[in-house]
């Protein structure tokens, strides 16, 4: 489940526009965790946008709510914040805007604390001119860059990303499935797992997106921010599809 977070409230918009707040990240954050979350990711918006760093006082009290792997970006801009992060209780840092401005984040990152724990969070619109139709973008969606996202992609993963993280901008929020072409072409391009972002409507995206798009994982956010289904009802229809899937969990003592 990711949660996009805004001045210290969970956020949702459509396509990166018309953001609403939502909710606490916090309580959130614990709910989906007594149901269930395989991994939560913390995103914070517009910390990269205002030139500011990381809410850590809430990335630490989301971590005391929960016992899963917990991915957090935003704002990070050099090897200091990525431990402040990771010391606040996240088992990943996502790097996205300033992976693009300065690559060597990436592998300064890899090589400090190890490549699992480096997630290339990537924004991708569909372009023509690129020559892969997908050109990225930065800024939470405010900035267009020359970076094909093939290209991106794969360099990435060669400088120490070892997750990637895809967001489709054009199908971010509208709930009418993820960018199946998008994932996988990148999924099948690059040696990492990739997990799927923007879309999700139903559980039969997130089928879809394993079967189809090749997707090593798939995060979601509006069917669950607004209440349309439960994490457990998901599971439940990826284990009938034969996807393998954590049906038991262990809320804590």
Same mark, same amino acid.
């Given at each position: 489940?990711?949660?996009?977070?805004?001045?210290?409230k969970?956020?949702?918009?459509?396509?990166?526009?018309?953001?609403?707040?939502?909710?606490?990240?916090?309580?959130?954050?614990?709910?989906?965790?007594?149901?269930?979350?395989?991994?939560?990711?913390?995103? =914070?918006?517009?910390?990269?946008?205002?030139k500011?760093?990381?809410?850590? =006082?809430?990335?630490?009290?989301?971590?005391?709510?929960?016992?899963?792997?917990?991915?957090?970006?935003?704002?990070?801009?050099?090897?200091?914040?990525?431990?402040?992060?990771?010391?606040?209780?996240?088992?990943?840092?996502?790097l996205?805007?300033?992976?693009?401005?300065?690559? =060597?984040?990436?592998?300064?990152?890899?090589?400090q604390?190890?490549?699992?724990?480096?997630?290339?969070?990537?924004?991708?619109?569909?372009?023509?001119?690129?020559?892969?139709?997908y050109?990225?973008?930065?800024?939470?969606?405010?900035?267009?860059?020359? %970076?094909?996202?093939?290209?991106?992609?794969?360099?990435?993963?060669?400088?120490?990303?070892?997750?990637?993280?895809?967001?489709?901008? =054009?199908a971010?929020?509208?709930?009418?499935?993820?960018?199946?072409? %998008?994932?996988? %072409?990148?999924?099948?391009?690059?040696?990492v797992?990739?997990?799927?972002?923007g879309?999700?409507?139903?559980?039969?995206? %997130?089928?879809?997106?394993?079967?189809k798009?090749?997707?090593?994982?798939?995060?979601?956010?509006?069917?669950?921010?607004?209440?349309?289904?439960?994490?457990?009802?998901?599971?439940?229809?990826?284990?009938?599809?034969?996807?393998p899937?954590?049906?038991?969990?262990?809320?804590?003592?």
């Amino acid at each position: 489940v990711c949660l996009d977070v805004r001045e210290g409230k969970t956020t949702k918009g459509i396509k990166f526009k018309g953001n609403v707040d939502i909710g606490d990240p916090v309580e959130m954050a614990r709910q989906y965790y007594e149901d269930g979350v395989d991994e939560l990711v913390f995103y =914070d918006i517009t910390a990269s946008a205002e030139k500011r760093g990381i809410m850590i =006082d809430v990335v630490e009290r989301v971590a005391q709510e929960i016992f899963v792997p917990f991915c957090v970006g935003g704002g990070l801009k050099n090897l200091q914040d990525m431990r402040a992060v990771l010391l606040a209780g996240a088992e990943k840092v996502s790097l996205n805007s300033q992976a693009v401005r300065n690559p =060597d984040i990436i592998s300064q990152g890899a090589a400090q604390f190890g490549r699992q724990c480096i997630v290339l969070g990537m924004d991708a619109a569909a372009d023509n001119a690129m020559p892969s139709g997908y050109r990225v973008v930065v800024d939470g969606g405010r900035t267009p860059t020359e %970076l094909d996202a093939l290209e991106w992609a794969k360099k990435a993963v060669e400088l120490g990303a070892g997750e990637i993280v895809l967001n489709s901008i =054009d199908a971010d929020g509208t709930r009418d499935g993820y960018e199946l072409n %998008l994932t996988s %072409l990148i999924s099948q391009a690059v040696p990492v797992p990739v997990v799927a972002s923007g879309g999700a409507g139903t559980p039969e995206h %997130l089928v879809e997106v394993f079967a189809k798009g090749k997707a090593d994982a798939a995060l979601i956010a509006s069917m669950v921010h607004y209440g349309d289904y439960r994490i457990q009802q998901i599971k439940a229809v990826l284990a009938d599809s034969g996807q393998p899937v954590r049906t038991r969990y262990r809320s804590a003592e």
